[in-house]
Antibody, heavy 115, light 107 residues
Framework: QVQLQESGPGLVKPSETLSLTCTVS????????WSWIRQPAGKGLEWIGR???????DYRPSLKSRVTISKDTSKNQISLKLTSVTAADTAMYYC?????????WGQGTMVTVSS | DIQMTQSPSSLSASVGDRVTITCRAS??????LNWYQQKPGKAPKFLIY???TLHTGVPSRFSGSGSGTDFTLTISSLQPEDFATYSC?????????FGPGTTVDVK
């Protein structure tokens, strides 16, 4: 059973960089592609980007200039970096994966952007 | 980006009711449409892929249909554990886009 666990600071100051990690257990991150998805409180889900088993990445166009997704196969972890954050980046952040859709999700980690 | 809309945005129903939620894509996405269920404070749960194929373990009271631009999610007999928010998501092209969600609450 593959399990995903997000971690990272819950509070980030405006203009700084948001950094999150998704630790995967029960399966290798080399096998699938892995996405980051976020959800502001009371709003819908927004896909941020993904990293393929090859290491190639694909980002949401509106966030592309600020986002980097990477992986560490030795630690079985996926990372998200989002630069120059504003209050609009306050959200629950999830990592997720799957073949036909997002069929496996972490529990999510809440990130608040505030000074 | 492909835009996804859902209707209604919310509905009130009773246990045993038949519930239908509609999802519409801004362009033809064939059958590349997924459905999710989300309860407050929880991650989404994958329900249906390829518009009509139930994910492993999803009860048969859930069904999906549609192709092209118009899709539906139907719960044939609403159960207490089905009160939640349902979202569609297109997997036809990047970026994957989710609908805004439909909340099913107690009548």
């Amino acid at each position: 059973q593959v399990q995903l666990q997000e971690s990272g600071p819950g509070l980030v100051k405006p203009s700084e960089t948001l950094s999150l990690t998704c630790t995967v257990s029960g399966g290798s991150i080399s096998l699938w592609y892995w996405s980051w998805i976020r959800q502001p409180a009371g709003k819908g889900l927004e896909w941020i980007g993904r990293i393929y088993s090859s290491g190639n990445t694909d980002y949401r166009p509106s966030l592309k200039s600020r986002v980097t997704i990477s992986k560490d196969t030795s630690k079985n972890q996926i990372s998200l970096k989002l630069t120059s954050v504003t209050a609009a980046d306050t959200a629950m952040y999830y990592c997720a994966t799957g073949d036909n859709g997002f069929d496996m999700w972490g529990q999510g980690t809440m990130v608040t952007v505030s000074s | 980006d492909i835009q996804m809309t859902q209707s209604p945005s919310s509905l009130s129903a009773s246990v045993g009711d038949r519930v239908t939620i509609t999802c519409r894509a801004s362009q033809n996405i064939s059958n590349l449409l997924n459905w999710y269920q989300q309860k407050p404070g929880k991650a989404p749960k994958f329900l249906i892929y390829l518009a009509s194929t139930l994910h492993t373990g999803v009860p048969s009271r859930f069904s999906g249909s549609g192709s092209g631009t118009d899709f539906t999610l139907t719960i044939s007999s609403l159960q207490p554990e089905d009160f939640a928010t349902y979202s569609c998501q297109q997997s036809y092209s990047s970026p994957p886009v989710f609908g805004p969600g439909t909340t099913v609450d107690v009548k």
